[in-house]
């Protein structure tokens, strides 16, 4: 028997590997964008293409503050996702009455703290198969 061994942790972000690219691509120009339900109005985290209340497929995409404040946090130091370098902090960012779970970068991870402002920073990772950029949403200090 022989396994799948994913070597490309990242996800496809093109319009052809996902019908939310448009989160990808508004990720690209340094903006945080999630879908509101064009049924009920309900704002989902992460984007979703149907709603998770009202299961209306018809949504808008609607561009968030990029600015938050750290809800919790953790500091991980071995066993990191392919790719990322220690220590890394995680942190569950409170951001338009949402919750997002992201990586925080440029900090030290002893100075971070629970109610710290922090503001968008889209973190590049490593090119899809095709050589296109990819991102991912990541928060600095503010």
């Not at 061994?5 to 590997?17: I, K």
């Not at 979703?48 to 500091?75: K, M, N, P, Q």
Request: net charge neutral; with cysteine; charged share 20%.
């Amino acid at each position: 028997m022989s396994y799948f061994r994913a070597t490309d942790p990242f996800p496809l972000e093109s319009a052809e590997h996902t019908k939310l690219h448009e989160f990808y691509a508004r990720l690209a120009t340094g903006r945080l964008a999630t879908t509101r339900c064009a049924s009920c109005q309900r704002l989902a985290w992460p984007p979703r293409a149907f709603c998770g209340e009202c299961g209306s497929d018809r949504y808008d995409w609607v561009d968030l503050s990029g600015e938050g404040t750290i809800h919790a946090f953790t500091i991980q130091e071995v066993g990191l996702p392919t790719g990322f370098t220690g220590p890394r902090v995680f942190a569950i960012v409170k951001l338009d009455g949402l919750r997002v779970f992201s990586i925080l970068v440029d900090t030290e991870p002893a100075k971070v703290a629970i109610g710290q402002q922090v503001r968008l920073s889209p973190l590049r990772v490593a090119d899809d198969p095709s050589g296109a950029a990819r991102w991912l949403p990541a928060f600095r200090p503010a």
